[in-house]
């Protein structure tokens, strides 16, 4: 009977044990399932730090750390929705811009052109008349571009010579335009009035405010790897370091206005459409001195 009882204390000592291992055993996998549970979704909400928002977590349970996963994926695809939202609002805040800068430039432009008209008829120079018509329809033509924000690289840069042609009839001082332009990249497109305003900058505050006989416009056009890059330079008067810190810092309207009369819009209109429109993958900088041109 003892012997019984105490063959019987061993085995339960020995279950014990055995449950207590498998237990144990049990209670480790799980931990370690869960631990690298929580490890990828911390792997995830890293990669939301880092800017990318293109992630989801699969859902593989009902528990705690399931809810968590869930709400994750909740929370990451409302901030997609709230950046796309921003988004889109920013594209259509900017495009009512750009046609606030066409609505900007175009009555003031067509008045002094159809100035210039009605002086040449006056005279009785036909010729010019018809000459000024035909550049100035083309002119338009290329800035409406069928309600497209993207033209071709050879028609922005078609639009601007025609402004400074037009400009040309204007201005006692006459404005030499030279394009210099990789044949490859006639046809990349490009959003319109990229160039115009910062053309019309250089015409109407470098050039035209110089002593300068004859002003000179260079633009250049070359791919660089990935990259189109465009650049304008002008022989006018140049800016100092801190006129340039007011441009970059979007202040040229207040100095514009204060110095010339006239608004800054265009250029700061310029560099917002290329941040929106290129995801900042796109930008301007300007180099000059006084007295040395603008690039």
């Known amino acids: 009977m003892l012997a019984t009882q105490s063959d019987l204390r061993i085995r339960f000592i020995l279950l014990v044990i055995m449950a207590t291992i498998g237990v144990y055993f049990i209670a480790y ?28 977590c699969i859902v593989d349970s009902a528990d705690e750390i399931g809810e968590l996963q869930t709400s994750f994926n909740y929370m990451v695809k409302k901030i997609n929705s709230l950046m796309q939202e921003q988004y889109n609002l920013g594209k259509n805040l900017n495009a ?6 066409q609505a900007q430039i175009n009555p003031h432009f067509l008045y002094n052109t159809l100035d210039l008209i009605l002086w040449a008829a006056r005279r009785g120079d036909i010729d010019q008349v018809c000459d000024i018509v035909i550049k100035l ?4 033509r290329i800035s409406l571009s069928n309600g497209s924000d993207y033209i071709s690289l050879a028609d922005e840069i078609e639009h601007v010579r025609l402004y400074t042609e037009l400009q040309n009839l204007r201005f006692a001082k006459k404005i030499n335009l030279y394009v210099d332009m990789d044949k490859r990249l006639e046809n990349y497109k490009i959003m319109k ?32 790897e990935d990259m189109i890059r465009i650049s304008v330079a002008d022989n006018g008067i140049g800016m100092d370091q801190n006129i340039l810190s007011q441009i970059m810092y979007y202040e040229e309207i207040a100095y514009n206005k204060k110095h010339t009369g006239m608004g800054g819009y265009g250029l700061r209109n310029v560099i917002n459409r290329l941040k929106l429109y290129y995801n900042n993958k796109a930008g301007i900088t300007f180099d000059s001195a006084p007295n040395a041109g603008t690039k």
């Open 137 to 140: 329809s083309k002119f338009y």
């Open 96 to 101: 009512m811009e750009l046609r606030m800068l």
């Open 193 to 224: 009035l990229l160039l115009q305003p910062i053309v019309e900058n250089s015409i109407l505050h470098g050039i035209a405010n110089s002593d300068l006989e004859q002003g000179e416009i260079h633009i250049s056009a070359a791919l660089e």
């Open 29 to 56: 996998i799980y931990g370690k399932y869960n631990a690298r549970r929580i490890n990828n979704l911390a792997k995830q909400i890293r990669v939301v730090e880092s800017g990318n928002f293109n992630v989801k």
